[in-house]
T-cell receptor, first 114, second 111 residues
Framework: DGGITQSPKYLFRKEGQNVTLSCEQN?????MYWYRQDPGQGLRLIYY???????QKGDIAEGYSVSREKKESFPLTVTSAQKNPTAFYLC?????????????FGDGTRLSIL | SQQGEEDPQALSIQEGENATMNCSYK?????LQWYRQNSGRGLVHLIL?????REKHSGRLRVTLDTSKKSSSLLITASRAADTASYFC???????????FGPGTRLSVLP
């Protein structure tokens, strides 16, 4: 079955630690996205990538970094510079050839501070 | 800043009733999409309506779009307990692949 896999489902970060969230898709989609969702709120865009080896900052990129070395993979690193990392992180992808394409989402990673 | 704003923030209805959620946005759009999110899960795409369309149907879902008022509505008819979820609208301006999501409406369907 095609889809998006996020791992781990739950992640805990210690003070001063960087952690990496995995996102893999087998939908052959060009574009991939990372969103942050805080309780009772909508999604805010962290980073997005429309093609391999290229990515752009979203609305809340500070304290985060990404890479896009392969079409299938778009890992997100939450750095120690992100002072309030506790949130639900969602990865999405779509066919980037047209803006009339829905996004497909993974089931998220919940990040908490120890 | 948020482009879309859903209304109401929360809605509680009985099974079998209809549920209507509204979304307002601020700038011109290329399309508007509705998504559902079950608790602790990712979002699932429900329906996409383009800026030149006024109404779309999919099963028990009906979406309308009024670009003059910059608003959209999602109607779920004959609701079921399984429809309990948060519903989000997302707008796309067509100047890239960025989607802007509203804060969502939490729908509770009571058996």
């Amino acid at each position: 079955d095609g889809g998006i896999t996020q791992s781990p489902k739950y992640l805990f970060r210690k003070e001063g630690q960087n952690v990496t969230l995995s996102c893999e898709q087998n939908l052959n989609h060009d574009a991939m996205y990372w969103y942050r969702q805080d309780p009772g709120q909508g999604l805010r865009l962290i980073y997005y990538s429309q093609i391999v080896n290229d990515f752009q900052k979203g609305d809340i990129a500070e304290g985060y970094s990404v890479s896009r070395e392969k079409k299938e993979s778009f890992p997100l690193t939450v750095t120690s510079a992100q002072k309030n990392p506790t949130a639900f992180y969602l990865c999405a992808s779509n066919n980037g050839r047209s803006s009339n394409q829905p996004q497909h989402f993974g089931d998220g990673t919940r990040l908490s501070i120890l | 800043s948020q482009q879309g704003e859903e209304d109401p923030q929360a809605l509680s209805i009985q099974e079998g009733e209809n549920a209507t959620m509204n979304c307002s946005y601020k700038t011109s759009i290329n399309n508007l999409q509705w998504y559902r999110q079950n608790s602790g899960r990712g979002l699932v795409h429900l329906i996409l309506i383009r800026s030149n369309e006024r109404e779309k149907h999919s099963g028990r879902l009906r979406v309308t779009l009024d670009t003059s008022k910059k608003s959209s509505s999602l109607l779920i008819t004959a609701s079921r307990a399984a429809d309990t979820a948060s519903y989000f609208c997302a707008t796309n301006r067509g100047d890239g692949q960025n989607f802007v999501f509203g804060p969502g409406t939490r729908l509770s369907v009571l058996p």
